[in-house]
């Protein structure tokens, strides 16, 4: 399914753990789990490790564009936008190898982390993609009693760091511009 997915096109995935393990229950695993899929999300990188995470950069070429994403402690949510062919099933397929072998290492086991069998893929029409990351980010307040935006697993926090940084530029732009124009005139 995910090798069909169309260059250009949008896709919500959810993905839940093997048996319904509670993979994303630490706080190390789900860090993992947001940088291997930073990191996937670029073609031709090497094996995915802190020592060498790559940061974005304009050389590097996306293979897909990361919009929205919630880790909940059973499951993930995502929504990915695919830039190049298969290249959201190769973003999805070396974060899980990545990490199904972090994982196995770190509890000294084996086997599947992923259950492929109920992944839910779904094309994500342009018009709903701003509601679809309002709902994959919010999933904190359906899951968890408490404040859902301090929850630390959602692109939701991500989101308003980016925002508030735009507000202050746009101030700052706003305030330089109406600085007195005869006090720069000789």
């Known amino acids: 399914?995910?090798?069909?997915?169309?260059?250009?096109?949008?896709?919500?995935?959810?993905?839940?753990?093997?048996?319904?393990?509670?993979?994303?229950?630490?706080?190390?695993?789900?860090?993992?789990?947001?940088?291997?899929?930073?990191?996937?999300?670029?073609?031709?990188?090497?094996?995915?490790?802190?020592?060498?995470?790559?940061?974005?950069?304009?050389?590097?070429?996306?293979?897909?564009?990361?919009?929205?994403?919630?880790?909940?402690?059973?499951?993930?949510?995502?929504?990915?936008?695919?830039?190049?062919?298969?290249?959201?099933?190769?973003?999805i397929k070396r974060t899980h190898e990545s990490i199904t072998r972090y994982y196995n290492s770190l509890f000294k086991r084996s086997g599947k982390v992923f259950n492929s069998n109920s992944a839910r893929i779904e094309y994500i029409y342009p018009e709903l993609q701003a509601y679809t990351i309002k709902q994959i980010e919010e999933l904190p307040m359906y899951a968890f009693q408490g404040n859902w935006r301090s929850y630390p697993w959602s692109s939701y926090q991500e989101r308003q760091k980016s925002l508030l940084q735009s507000s202050i530029q746009i101030d700052l732009v706003s305030k330089i511009s109406s600085f007195p124009s005869h006090l720069s005139k000789e």
Do not use: W
């Open 1 to 91: 399914m995910l090798k069909a997915c169309l260059t250009g096109s949008a896709y919500y995935l959810r993905y839940q753990t093997h048996l319904s393990q509670s993979v994303f229950a630490s706080s190390a695993l789900c860090i993992q789990m947001i940088e291997a899929i930073k990191h996937y999300k670029y073609a031709d990188v090497p094996k995915f490790s802190r020592s060498i995470y790559i940061r974005d950069t304009l050389q590097q070429d996306r293979r897909s564009t990361l919009r929205a994403f919630c880790i909940l402690p059973h499951e993930y949510h995502i929504l990915l936008l695919q830039n190049h062919d298969e290249g959201i099933y190769q973003t």
